[in-house]
């Protein structure tokens, strides 16, 4: 672990590991316009669009740790490859979703499409730690991440192009969804076979074989920085995914004479405050402690929830695109933070880090569910401000949470 990225071969496989950020990032962005549209060509409401996201980051759950072992016996390269032509699958089965306009159908898709992904985020995630010095992890991986912004980016444009007319109350039928997903899965396709052409670094964690390494790797349960990371994350990714679920709904709530449409633009927007707040904060990284950059942005994405749900014409909006901004550096941090003194167990810890995605799968049901109920979608957003709490706390107590053999390591690294 931590062989520095000194080689060609090195640099090479960071970018091309790079490239995966990016089409889980694309798949992201449309996946919160699809929403929106399920709710006007399939008739259901805010709460059953949610069962969207329960498909997508429940996948997430059941994949993560079968995903590690993989990780663990064969290499990051198979469980990549694996991921990939399960990402290809889910989206070619769109195509009879679309045919047959069955939402549970469409589900079934969204569940095996992120299978892939669960498998490319236990494979991509460690393995950009890995490829370079441990001291420079957090940057690196952030780095990464960045790329994950620009596909969340574009996919909010490309969605609201194809799902949405100019004209609010008339909308695309799910033809638009099939071809769309269709070329995604022909490039995702295309990909897989780059990948399995090229030789990359088999980085495999080593034993550390002294006293102080062997309990250090005993058990990582003993580690409670990375237990509360898990903790930390899911909450955090929860706040995320719910409030990219309902970001539509909010907006044509909150601006008058909006359509459905603009408000997948204005996603886009959000999601390109998100990507810029990801290259400011891979700056900020090399300045601060990653654990006070967690602190400082889980504070503003709080005041900015509670803000929302004012439900203030223009300014709950303002808001809501501003917290994305605030929101962009913390999986990937809190991610590194977690599993930074695991050792031999980096890949077991990262497929849990992984599980930690399914907080997405339960917050937009329940903010569909309390906006349902309220009549009022900005309501459901003090939601979002409770787990951003949660994320904040684990910024303040860090490095109270760091086991003794975690204290020293960081110290003398």
Not at 115 to 124: K, Q, R
Not at 207 to 236: C, R
Request: hydrophobic share 50%; proline share 4%.
């Amino acid at each position: 672990m931590g062989s520095p990225m000194t080689t060609p071969q090195f640099k090479n496989a960071l970018i091309l590991i790079t490239s995966l950020f990016f089409m889980w990032g694309l798949s992201y962005g449309l996946v919160d316009v699809l929403n929106k549209h399920f709710q006007e060509v399939l008739h259901i409401n805010k709460a059953q669009s949610g069962y969207i996201q329960i498909a997508y980051f429940g996948a997430y759950f059941c994949i993560a740790i079968p995903a590690g072992l993989i990780n663990t016996k064969f290499g990051y390269k198979t469980g990549i490859i694996l991921g990939l032509c399960l990402y290809a699958l889910g989206a070619f089965l769109t195509i009879p979703s679309a045919q047959l306009h069955s939402f549970p159908l469409f589900l079934f898709a969204f569940f095996i499409l992120a299978l892939g992904l669960g498998n490319l985020e236990t494979s991509a995630n460690p393995y950009a730690i890995a490829l370079g010095p441990k001291e420079s992890a957090s940057t690196r991986i952030n780095l990464s991440q960045c790329f994950n912004g620009v596909g969340a980016f574009i996919g909010p444009i490309v969605g609201g192009y194809m799902f949405f007319s100019p004209t609010e109350g008339s909308v695309t039928d799910l033809n638009s969804v099939k071809i769309t997903y269709i070329i995604i899965g022909l490039a995702v396709l295309c990909l897989a076979f780059g990948i399995w052409k090229t030789a990359l670094p088999d980085i495999r964690e080593k034993n550390d074989t002294s006293p102080l390494g062997q309990q250090e790797q005993a058990s990582m349960w003993a580690h409670k920085e990375f237990i509360f990371g898990v903790v930390a994350n899911f909450f955090y990714i929860a706040a995320q995914v719910g409030l990219g679920a309902l970001f539509i709904n909010l907006t044509v709530e909150c601006l008058p004479n909006t359509t459905s449409q603009y408000g997948a633009y204005l996603l886009s927007v959000a999601m390109l405050f998100f990507l810029v707040g990801r290259f400011v904060g891979t700056f900020l990284l090399t300045k601060f402690a990653p654990e006070k950059m967690v602190t400082i942005y889980g504070i503003c994405a709080t005041i900015l929830c509670l803000i929302i749900t004012k439900a203030i014409p223009y300014y709950s909006v303002y808001a809501l695109i501003a917290s994305f901004f605030f929101m962009s550096i913390m999986f990937p941090t809190i991610f590194e933070l977690g599993v930074r003194h695991l050792g031999s167990k980096t890949k077991i810890g990262s497929s849990c880090m992984v599980m930690s995605i399914s907080g997405g799968a339960v917050m937009p049901f329940c903010m569909g569910y309390v906006a349902d109920k309220t009549n009022d979608t900005a309501t459901s957003f003090i939601l979002p401000a409770i787990c951003f709490v949660i994320v904040t706390l684990y910024g303040i107590f860090y490095k109270k949470l760091l086991s003794p053999t975690s204290k020293l390591t960081a110290n003398e690294g």
